[in-house]
């Protein structure tokens, strides 16, 4: 039973910091990175797609982002969806190749790419205290109903802790990496 709450406790932490690693890859670096491109969804034939679905999106320089659509007449479509996003990219056309080229970001626009960051994080880091304090009243209710005794759920607290520690070590981590990644001019 305690080793089922400290799974699913573990469980809870890993998918916090999955998509905080997702929503980091979003945020512009100042060089050039197809995930940039996953949250932004294009009209196609009446559904909204992303474009990693219906175009091959390559980065064959630091600086810049290629995406060729499947088809050519969805050229147009992928342009208006990306000046239309919040990414603030000026695409090129050159027939049916899209040319994406990532200008460097400036001083100002780099403290707020950090600011982001670390707001992420710290949305990370309370996702990761819910899952502590579901996890600790899951203990509560086991002790309460004397399916453990007060020793193991005083252990399995420990243990919580212990995997609450981690937890937030790696989102520190994480958010470090991709601070000193926007901070790299």
Do not use: F
Not at 99 to 117: F, Q, S
Not at 122 to 144: F, Q
Not at 167 to 178: E, F, S
Request: proline share 4%; hydrophobic share 35%.
């Amino acid at each position: 039973m305690l080793e089922d709450v400290i799974k699913e406790l573990r469980e809870g932490i890993d998918k916090a910091i999955e998509a905080l690693r997702r929503d980091l890859a979003k945020v512009r670096t100042g060089r050039a990175n197809a995930a940039m491109l996953d949250g932004i969804r294009v009209d196609y034939y009446g559904v909204q797609t992303p474009i990693v679905q219906m175009a091959t999106v390559s980065v064959p320089e630091p600086r810049l982002i290629t995406i060729k659509p499947w088809e050519k007449n969805q050229v147009k479509a992928i342009e208006k969806a990306i000046r239309e996003s919040d990414l603030g990219l000026n695409p090129q056309v050159d027939a049916d190749l899209i040319r994406l080229p990532i200008p460097p970001l400036t001083e100002e626009r780099r403290r707020e790419m950090v600011k982001l960051t670390k707001k992420n994080g710290e949305d990370c880091k309370v996702a990761i205290r819910k899952h502590r304090r579901d996890a600790n009243e899951m203990i509560d209710t086991l002790e309460k109903d004397g399916e453990v005794s007060g020793d193991e759920a005083d252990r399995s607290k420990k243990k919580v802790e212990d995997v609450v520690a981690e937890g937030t070590r790696q989102v520190d981590t994480v958010i470090a990496t991709k601070e000193k990644d926007i901070l790299d001019v």
